[in-house]
């Protein structure tokens, strides 16, 4: 029996509606348990020594007199970690070329960005451990620092790691039809530069570890604030030679991450590695002012893109040149290389056309680690492509949706494999243009600001197609050889009183995991929401899978849980069929009662199952299977990825005397398959438009010359923040991916691919006019007004 | 990072506060609200200091009339500011500023006399002070003494005040009839500190400009006021450009403050209707 998901009428139609979170009420109760909530007996505190240079020799330390302080229980240099921990090295084989040299939990010769831990310090608390900390003297000797991406590969820049040769840690080049001769013989060409700000997660919840080594046991326990349990299970154990089986990691409650808390970091794997040297429990909890020195970054790209166009506006090519510094090693497991990669896939993604050329350079830089961070590589290539699209669109006297329309990849073309090389599955980006303009009422909003620029106001309108990747299959990172499952497993198991838990691999960060779980299974099964618990984040516990990234949680572990779940049901029924003298195929269960699938009439209570399944299996028949427990995985296989598509639109008003920018509204139309909760997604899709448009006007991690941090507090470095955030108006086109029953793709970030780019296009319409434009993230009153000639030294 | 103090005493009275802050030995640190100072404790910016808490001295609070002078008590709150009605009567100034002043949060503790002895060059309240002519009020071991906003600000976060010292009032002129008070200021997020900010005090015709976020401590403008009080606001604008002295930083350039302070100066004549 399949699902009638397009009957809202259906019995226990809970996939598509919005279902309270379960989790929301223990959380706004103060009753969530953050891995800094717990304590465990013997419990000790890490604190780290950080590198204060880009890049310097480390020479002798002394750690004496941070040992002889009160408190102090012992300090560890990168030398004694080393004999207790292997280095790791974040590359994938199929990135081919790739280098990164091996990186230690503790810096041994070399410090190479601000931030780096040197030495580790553990103390009663965490202010003893800082005070020792304090004590610690490394004679540093300052080598000359790598900071600018474009001139990292120049002969006269000091090569950063020796043993590599140069600061190339990757190039590729996707490249198809002939990009040379489209663009010489083009009607039309049309070039821009661009930049995206190194910027960084700023998780609400910091990073946090708590690890115990049990000798008696052999055994690790590591409470962490992570998104991939079982990832860090298996790298935990490689690294510090215990059996996979041998380390449980916990994540309980997370306090955000987007994609931050998916990496291995040094100080978390140093804490680890001195649990088992000390044999008790030792906790890392990161600050605010560690966290900007210490958590990744993301997005320092720059990039020249042209665009050629035949007379009727069609695109018939891009050609970009991406450059991108990663700081000074390639983040493990998943490598620093995947978010240039992405531009090289994404540029152009919503248009046809059939000449494509894209080159990215990851070069090493003395900063801190960039890696995977929320819509990794989509806001980078959405305002390449749309920048190109509008300033093409300008120069040539279109609408900006004009040619849009022109260009979009028409929805009945699908499957197709696009000039990139990505298999599509099948987007809506015609029908969400459609419904964008008359969610904006484009034309009234156009009037209105034409006659507000007659009144000196200057307002513009910025339009960003975009397709986002999701729910990725092992060509991600399996097939590079790294143990980042693709995969997703849940269990679902009913108790005697028709109740059901549900155990996942996917994990909760605070975007809802565990309620859209809890919708599917109720559907799977029968049963009200409230009736389902879920358990997630325990390696101990629940199917090995992969967690929740890359927007895989709801498509791949969704799928899981259904299948799981109506596995079940049919168990149940059939176990209920054998007590009714009944045929299963006859039988439904509503709202956790067996009843006449036909007429409806109540039967029997799950409860009732329930009982005589546990209680009383010696009245069943013998030989009739009798577990009401029962686990599905789920893996895609006929896409390496389910591509989602949307299109947002932003409308601000700029103050072409000051450069402020105020934002007036945004609106986002998005496809992600199968929605399962309304409410979760345009949460999802809000918060992701937050997060762009951050990036867009915000958030910065800036960096001198010399690789110092200039700016590592809440003071100055700006989140963006509810004060200055537009209404967002969201909508949606359901088109689900047919590789799965539930058809759901994943939403969590297509906001934050799409903003950037759609208040980069509407900043230059506005500013238009005045003979200026913008591209360089973020953009800040000052650029603005450079831009416009307003101030020049 | 976890802060790192010597100790901890609430002071019942001024001159309690005052004999604590003797015995410190120069580790003595005023405690009012906390907003600047437990956020500057948790960075990690000093260490071993004595804090002498003196949220709880009823005799600090509050907001009079003095002859024709009016004096708010070094722990009026931002937000106590907004609503006062004599604030809001004799120096509407202060009620325009606070609400500018961080997020409401924020708002709820701090105070005035912290903001004043802070003297961060960016705040609204130090130029406030300077363009309404106030005076400052010290009470030390040595007794009391009023010392001119204008002389209070000596530098960057430094001020006039002795280290045994607390800041117990500003007092200002009751405003005029047909007194203005414009603040005008550019942030890039509600309640951030000001890239740029001039408060601005039209009293008979003559004009005070105090420029926040524009050099190492609020300045009083005076080439930007002698222009002003001609009516003639081209020539107050390059004036200012001469009167501020702003920094650079990861926010803004010295350049983009001058021009923006430029902008605001500006809008400000226009508020106040002096012709272009
Ligand atoms: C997020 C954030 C944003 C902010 N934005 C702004 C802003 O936009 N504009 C702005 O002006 N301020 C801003 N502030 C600072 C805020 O206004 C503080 O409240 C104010 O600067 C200090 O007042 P307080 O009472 O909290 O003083 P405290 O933090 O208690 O003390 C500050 C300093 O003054 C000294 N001190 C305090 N009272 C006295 C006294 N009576 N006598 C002698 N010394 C004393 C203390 O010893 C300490 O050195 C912001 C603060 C935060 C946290």
Redesign the interface.
């Known amino acids: 029996m399949t699902i009638r998901f397009d009957d809202p009428n259906r019995p226990n139609s809970y996939i598509g509606r919005t279902v309270p979170r379960p989790n929301a009420g223990r959380l706004v109760a103060g009753r969530g348990r953050y891995v800094d909530d717990i304590t465990l007996p013997r419990m000790v505190h890490v604190a780290f020594v950080r590198s204060p240079h880009a890049h310097a020799r480390i020479g002798a330390i002394e750690t004496g007199g941070a040992e002889a302080l009160k408190g102090v229980l012992r300090v560890f240099t990168g030398r004694d970690l080393a004999e207790v921990c292997t280095p790791w090295e974040g590359k994938l084989l199929h990135l081919e070329g790739m280098k990164t040299p091996p990186q230690h939990p503790l810096a041994l010769d070399r410090a190479c960005w601000v931030g780096e831990p040197v030495v580790a310090v553990v103390g009663r608390t965490?202010?003893d451990a800082?005070?020792g900390a304090a004590l610690v003297e490394i004679d540093f000797g300052p080598l000359p620092a790598v900071t600018d991406i474009r001139t990292a590969l120049d002969a006269d820049t000091p090569v950063l790691h020796e043993a590599l040769g140069d600061n190339l840690c990757f190039r590729k080049a996707n490249e198809k039809g002939e990009v040379d001769r489209i663009f010489a013989e083009a009607h039309k060409v049309v070039e821009a530069s661009f930049k995206t700000a190194r910027h960084t997660g700023v998780t609400l919840e910091p990073r946090v570890i708590l690890v115990d080594w049990n000798s008696g046991d052999g055994e690790m326990t590591a409470h962490v604030s992570n998104q991939a349990p079982h990832m860090l299970q298996v790298l935990l154990a490689g690294h510090l030679d215990i059996p996979e089986s041998r380390v449980r990691v916990v994540c309980g409650d997370v306090g955000g991450s987007f994609g931050l808390k998916v990496h291995v970091y040094p100080d978390e794997v140093a804490t680890a590695a001195i649990a088992k040297i000390m044999e008790r429990p030792v906790k890392f909890t990161s600050?605010r002012?560690e966290a900007f020195i210490s958590d990744i970054h993301a997005r320092d790209h720059e990039a020249t893109g042209r665009v050629a166009l035949d007379e009727t506006g069609k695109i018939l090519g891009f050609d970009v040149d991406d450059w991108t510094g990663i700081g000074p090693y390639s983040i493990y497991p998943r490598t620093s290389a995947v978010e240039g990669l992405q531009v090289t896939n994404l540029i152009g993604g919503p248009y046809a056309f059939d000449h494509y050329r894209c080159r990215t350079s990851v070069v090493f830089q003395n900063k801190g680690i960039c890696a995977q961070y929320r819509a990794v590589g989509h806001p980078v290539a959405v305002a390449i492509t749309e920048g190109l699209v509008d300033k093409a669109a300008a120069e040539m006297g279109f609408d900006p949706i004009e040619i849009r329309r022109r260009n979009l990849v028409a929805d009945d073309a699908y499957p197709l494999t696009t000039a990139a090389g990505l298999k599509l599955e099948g987007l809506s980006h015609h029908k969400s243009l459609d419904a964008l303009v008359e969610a904006m009422d484009y034309a009234a909003l156009r009037a209105e600001q034409k006659a507000l620029r007659e009144k000196g106001i200057h307002r513009g309108i910025g339009i960003a197609s975009f397709i986002e990747l999701t729910n990725p299959s092992p060509f991600m990172y399996g097939i590079g050889g790294a143990r980042i499952s693709a995969q997703d497993g849940c269990t679902v198991r009913m108790d005697p009183d028709g109740s059901v838990v549900a155990l996942t691999g996917i994990t909760e960060q605070g975007q809802g995991t565990e309620a859209i779980m809890a919708q599917i299974v109720a559907e799977a099964v029968g049963v009200s929401p409230q009736m389902v618990r879920i358990v997630t984040g325990d390696t101990r516990v629940t199917p090995f899978g992969g967690g929740t990234w890359a927007s895989r949680g709801a498509g791949i572990g969704g799928e899981a849980a259904l299948q799981a779940g109506r596995a079940v049901r049919g168990q149940a029924l059939e176990v209920a069929a054998s007590l009714l003298q009944a045929k299963a195929g006859d039988l439904d269960i509503r709202d956790g009662i067996i009843v006449d699938a036909d007429t409806g009439e109540e039967r029997l209570a799950l409860s009732e199952v329930g009982r005589i399944v546990y209680f009383r299996g010696d009245t069943l028949p013998k030989g009739l299977p009798r577990e009401l427990m029962q686990t599905r995985h789920f893996i895609t296989s006929n896409y390496p990825y389910a591509f989602t598509n949307g299109v947002q639109a932003s409308y601000v008003e700029v103050d072409t005397?000051?450069?402020?920018v105020t934002l007036l509204k945004h609106w986002c139309v998005e496809d992600c398959g199968r929605i399962i909760n309304p409410l979760l997604v345009d949460e999802q899709i809000r918060g992701g438009i937050v997060q762009g448009i951050g990036a867009a006007?915000?958030e910065?991690t800036?960096y001198d010359e010399e690789g110092q941090l200039?700016?590592g507090?809440m003071?100055?470095y700006?989140v963006?923040?509810s004060?200055?955030m537009p209404d967002m108006i969201i909508r949606h086109v359901e088109t689900p991916t047919e590789e799965s029953e539930l058809g759901a793709k994943g939403a969590g970030e297509a906001g934050t691919a799409g903003a950037p780019a759609a208040v980069m296009n509407a900043i230059n319409d506005a500013i238009r006019p005045l003979g200026g434009a913008v591209t360089h993230m973020p953009f800040?009153?000052?650029r603005i007004?450079r831009a416009l000639g307003?101030?020049t030294? | 990072m976890k802060a790192s103090i010597g100790g901890y005493a609430q002071a019942e009275t001024v001159a309690h506060a005052i004999a604590l802050l003797g015995e410190a030995g120069g580790e003595g640190r005023i405690l009012a609200g906390g907003q600047s100072l437990v956020a500057a404790l948790n960075l990690g910016t000093s260490e071993g200091d004595m804090l002498i808490d003196i949220a709880g001295i009823a005799a600090l609070r509050g907001v009079k009339l003095d002859g024709d002078r009016l004096v708010i008590g070094a722990l009026t709150r931002h937000c106590d500011l907004v609503r006062d009605p004599l604030v809001g009567e004799h120096a509407p100034l202060f009620a325009k500023a606070a609400p500018l002043v961080a997020h409401d949060a924020i708002r709820n503790r701090g105070t005035i006399g912290g903001s004043l002895a802070y003297a961060d060059p960016a705040a609204e309240y130090p130029a406030c002070a300077i363009a309404l002519d106030a005076a400052i009020i010290l009470e030390g071991p040595d007794g009391t003494r009023e010392i001119p906003a204008r002389d209070f600000f000596t530098g960057l976060f430094e001020t006039a005040r002795a280290e045994g010292e607390i800041l117990t009032a500003i007092t200002v002129p009751k405003a005029q009839d047909g007194e203005r008070h414009v603040i005008r200021e550019g942030t890039r997020r509600a309640g951030d500190y000001a890239l740029a900010g001039l408060a601005v005090v039209m009293r008979d015709g003559r004009h005070r400009i105090g420029a926040f976020g524009l050099g190492d401590r609020p300045l009083l403008c005076q080439g930007a006021m002698a222009a002003l009080d001609q009516g003639d606001v081209d020539g107050a604008v390059t004036a200012l450009a001469q009167d501020v002295d702003p920094p650079s930083d990861a926010q803004a350039s010295a350049s983009y403050r001058r021009h923006l302070a430029g902008v605001l100066l500006r809008r400000i004549a226009a508020d106040l209707g002096v012709a272009p």
Do not use: W
């Open positions: 965490r202010a800082e005070a600050d002012m005397e000051t450069g402020f006007l915000f910065e800036c200039l700016n507090t003071a100055d700006l963006p923040m004060g200055e800040t009153p000052e007004l307003t101030i030294d």
